[in-house]
């Protein structure tokens, strides 16, 4: 244990060895909180012989739980499977687990995702009789969700929206219990109800969890906040870790006032203050801590760094936005030719929609690129309708996936049997499979054949899972359903089909792993975890510049760092500027901005931009003015009003012969861009269409058409 703490700063040891009451530990960026989450574990267990089962740690994505398993196992060589180290939804699913019999549902529940709640509140808004043109369900979704946490807010609603509201929110949670559903807000809100009503479980897990972690702390919200408070025990062994100059999802919910109630909730707290960077330069550092401080009512702090100075932060400015995002792929393509490889570049933008003058320019260069948070493998349509079959086949009364697999593929089974069906389900008491049987009652021979033949299937296909194995029961299920076949007339069919494919390995693993469960209790397992899979699940090139939005970069590091569009209105948004709330939020985005970047930052802007469809001269963004002037080195516009960039010299090898630089000089650089009128010597006047690397397609008259080119050949002049 004393090697392992050699490995920690002072500050650190301090909130690892500090392991009574309650204790926060302001990290900024980079300071390594993660080895401190993870250290102090391994210290509980081993110098204050804590069993592993008595501690709980949450952090907030699958990812950042997944790598403390990882380090933790790798210190203490213990098996985290068995270990409380999970988000909050999984742990609370874990809790519920075991106990949800106590609220009145069965432990074999399911989890629905965000896509499944949205299709179920449209159903219920069209069997209301409600227009769902009217009636937005993903608006109405957001109310009926926000509705559980807190009733109360129904009065906020103005008529007839609240009529709509009311009566779609006592049906949703109707359904949600009729078929042992659960979204993502019941793992919370229920699990709270469970430790409220029942004192004695209560009791249980605030003994149990002697000592509680909290990653990512200013990130809680106010029900997450409650839900710590009901699991801490008398000896308020409370270890909170976060940073408040790094909230920024106030849209998701999360208070940063959490940090001011736990001062308050816990007077005798411990303060100890990571201030030691191990990421970035310390110019980066300075910029950083001169951005921040600007922000009231924050610990404060001063981040420092041990790898020296560093270059200037690079300021450029185009004179359009065009030259910004020029400077930007040149800038990357010398640095690639230095020795920096495409992954060690990110662009961070604060709009979603900056990205598409970057790819194009991009595609032009033939820089490759990837758009960070693409959707997810567990979201795609046909993972989607797969794991529908699977939770109807664990699960039969599960009237979600029953009417999302009938129909897919079409079995000659419309919405009008649906509807019949469904109604006399209720009306008699039964659920679908049940009604299935008395089909006959309401409908007609042919019909009742096809719904009793797709009952059928559905049993063949849980007697087939303790049959097959998991590979042979995949294809199984994609041949006997007959999604395989419905797959070939569709154009992403193989694309969705290898997809599909990936449930084997996915199946294989977790049989692996729970070798000592049935095939029934994995597939309740993989279920539940599929529903609580974050989207991280992309594949991506192997080297290539990131683009993401500042949102998105939280928690990542690159060695190159581009903030761009940094003017007044674009960052920070004009919205943020009526609330000093909102604009000190911006400019925290900000803070995690500038600080994911190790070695060379670049904040850019263009003096006359172009957004949805309108020219704006915008002032620099205020954040850029909030950095001393010996931090930055100025480019572009301000240096050159008339050329941005300096001309590359072709010509500094003095052993070129006078014909060489000749040649050199007539080689003409045609600089097209998409929309740019051209002329040919042979094919005349053209319209270039698109550009990729060195070639581009142009659209000439009648009756050349549409031709491929190398974009600089000398036959084409730009017009």
């Known amino acids: 244990m004393i090697n392992l703490l050699d490995n920690l700063n002072e500050k650190q040891r301090e909130a690892v060895i500090k392991t009574e009451g309650p204790v926060m530990a302001i990290a900024g960026a980079g300071s390594g909180k993660t080895s401190v989450l993870t250290t102090r574990i391994a210290y509980l267990i081993f110098e204050k012989n804590v069993h592993y089962e008595n501690i709980l740690a949450i952090t907030f994505t699958n990812k950042a739980a997944n790598e403390m398993k990882y380090r933790v196992h790798h210190t203490t060589g213990i098996n ?18 075991e106990h949800i019999e106590f609220l009145g549902y069965k432990r074999s529940f399911q989890i629905i995702d965000d896509d499944d709640v949205t299709q179920l509140i449209k159903g219920i808004l069209k069997k209301s009789g409600y227009d769902v043109k009217i009636y937005n369900p993903k608006v109405v979704k957001s109310y009926v969700l926000k509705l559980k946490f807190n009733y109360d807010l129904l009065e906020d609603i103005e008529e007839p929206f609240k009529s709509v509201v009311k009566s779609t929110f006592k049906k949703y949670q109707d359904s949600l219990f009729d078929n042992n559903l659960l979204d993502f807000e019941d793992l919370l809100v229920l699990t709270i109800k469970l430790l409220e009503t029942n004192h004695e479980l209560r009791k249980f897990y605030s003994k149990k969890f002697q000592y509680i972690l909290v990653d990512e702390f200013q990130d809680t919200n106010n029900v997450q906040y409650k839900l710590i408070s009901l699991l801490v025990g008398e000896k308020n062994n409370l270890f909170i870790v976060g940073d408040e100059d790094q909230s920024i999802y106030a849209f998701r919910g999360a208070n940063i006032e959490n940090i001011n109630k736990f001062k308050r909730d816990y007077p005798d707290f411990h303060l100890v203050l990571l201030e030691e960077n191990y990421r970035s330069t310390n110019t980066i550092l300075d910029a950083a801590n001169q951005i921040i401080k600007n922000n009231s009512k924050r610990v404060p702090k001063t981040l420092f760094s041990n790898l020296g100075k560093g270059s200037k932060i690079t ?14 792929a040149l800038k990357i393509l010398e640095l690639i030719r230095k020795g920096y490889k495409y992954n060690d570049f990110a662009i961070l933008y604060r709009a979603n929609s900056t990205s598409r003058m970057f790819e194009e320019v991009f595609m032009q260069k033939q820089i490759p690129y990837r758009i960070y948070g693409n959707t997810s493998f567990f979201k795609r349509r046909e993972i989607k309708d797969f794991t529908a079959y699977l939770r109807l086949i664990v699960n039969m009364d599960d009237a979600y996936s029953f009417m999302r697999v009938i129909t897919t593929p079409k079995r000659g089974i419309g919405a009008v049997t649906l509807d019949k069906l469904i109604n006399f389900a209720a009306e008699e008491g039964l659920d679908l499979m ?10 007609g021979k042919s019909v009742c054949t ?5 009952k059928n299937l559905i049993i063949d296909f849980r ?11 995949v294809d199984y299920i994609l041949n006997e359903s007959g999604y395989a076949k419905s797959l070939e007339n569709d154009d992403k069919g193989m694309v969705r089909y290898e997809n599909l494919l990936e449930f084997k390995t996915i199946l294989s693993e977790n049989e692996q792993i729970y070798s000592d469960l049935t095939k029934e209790d994995i597939l309740v397992y993989l279920l539940e975890d599929i529903s609580l899979k974050s989207e991280e699940s992309q594949k991506e090139i192997k080297d290539g510049v990131t683009l993401m939005t500042l949102h998105s970069a939280k928690g990542l590091e690159f060695r190159v760092v581009f903030l761009v569009t940094m003017e007044m209105g674009m960052f920070p948004l004009n919205r943020s500027m009526q609330s000093k709330k909102d604009f000190e939020e911006e400019r925290r985005l900000m803070y995690v901005g500038v600080t994911r970047a190790k070695e060379l930052l670049f904040l850019t802007n263009a003096n006359v931009r172009q957004t949805y469809g309108e020219t704006s001269q915008n002032q620099d963004s205020c954040f850029i003015k909030e950095i001393s002037n010996n931090l930055l080195n100025v480019k572009g516009y301000y240096e050159y009003i008339d050329k941005p960039y300096k001309e590359v010299n072709f010509f500094s090898n003095k052993t070129l012969n006078k014909a060489k630089k000749d040649n050199l000089r007539n080689y003409k650089k045609n600089n097209l861009n998409k929309g740019d009128k051209v002329t040919h010597t042979k094919f005349g006047t053209g319209l270039v269409i698109s550009i990729t690397g060195d070639n581009c397609i142009i659209a000439f008259s009648h009756p050349y058409g549409i031709k491929k080119l190398l974009k600089d050949h000398p036959a084409i002049t730009k017009n």
């Open 80 to 97: 985290t499977s068995q270990m409380w180290i999970s988000t909050f939804h999984s742990m609370c699913a874990k809790i519920l687990r």
């Open 315 to 328: 300021h450029f400015k185009g004179v359009t936005a065009r030259d910004e995002v020029e400077f930007v």
């Open 434 to 443: 049940d009604a299935i049987d008395r089909a006959s009652e309401i409908l």
């Open 450 to 454: 096809k719904l009793a033949d797709f």
């Open 463 to 473: 007697i087939k899972l303790d049959e097959l194995s998991f590979n042979d029961f």
